[in-house]
């Protein structure tokens, strides 16, 4: 949902950002799809990325379906304010963007996979926005744990901008750092459209492909 506020479509300033809470608002469980826990600690030598592509209940069953997967959440990252409400990042005075959370083991699902199934599902090159969904909230944004995953995330971009060009697309926005803090979203949010088979998923690719 879209609100009549500035604020929303552009990155606030520090002084701007809401002070959040020193509590996580998600209390941890089971996945209601892969049935692993989803918090901490995850089994040994399986890696996890972070990745953002517009709003995060379809996005997180995109991932959950993919083999190899452990488990997936959404959540709140790539801001200032900790621990946010999923109300307070609408705001736009969060400086987060809504986000899956993957936990994956590397050696039943390369991470080339996750970064064509991303760049496939959504349109990078729309900024604060996508689709009928806007503000910061909904920015493209791919956050990793290490400068490995870091410089194979910068190839599959450069990679799929290439693509994108050749079918009249304009610049990829997708925003991509590391060591970015993950916030659990609220429960309810978590594998919603597992519980709400019918609900919202504003997932639209730009229909270009790539390896």
Request: proline share 5%; aromatic share 12%.
């Amino acid at each position: 949902m879209f609100f009549d506020n500035p604020l929303k479509m552009r990155l606030p300033n520090a002084d701007e950002t809401l002070a959040g809470r020193a509590t996580p608002i998600f209390a941890g469980g089971l996945h209601a799809v892969l049935g692993n826990p989803m918090t901490n600690p995850i089994p040994s030598g399986f890696k996890k990325i972070v990745l953002g592509l517009g709003c995060f209940w379809g996005a997180e069953r995109l991932f959950w379906k993919l083999p190899g997967v452990f488990v997936t959440a959404v959540g709140y990252s790539g801001g200032l304010t900790a621990n946010p409400t999923y109300e307070e990042t609408c705001s736009g005075q969060t400086g987060h963007t809504e986000v899956v959370l993957v936990v994956y083991d590397p050696k039943k699902l390369d991470l080339g996979r996750i970064l064509s199934t991303f760049w496939q599902a959504h349109d990078p090159t729309q900024g604060f926005r996508q689709g009928n969904d806007r503000g910061t909230q909904y920015r493209s944004a791919i956050f990793v744990m290490d400068d490995a995953d870091f410089v194979v995330v910068h190839e599959s971009a450069d990679n799929y901008q290439k693509a994108l060009a050749k079918s009249g697309f304009g610049q990829i926005t997708t925003e991509i750092k590391k060591n970015q803090q993950f916030y659990f979203a609220e429960d309810h949010h978590q594998q919603y459209l597992y519980k709400v088979p019918s609900g919202y998923c504003g997932l639209q690719g730009t229909g270009v492909c790539v390896d």
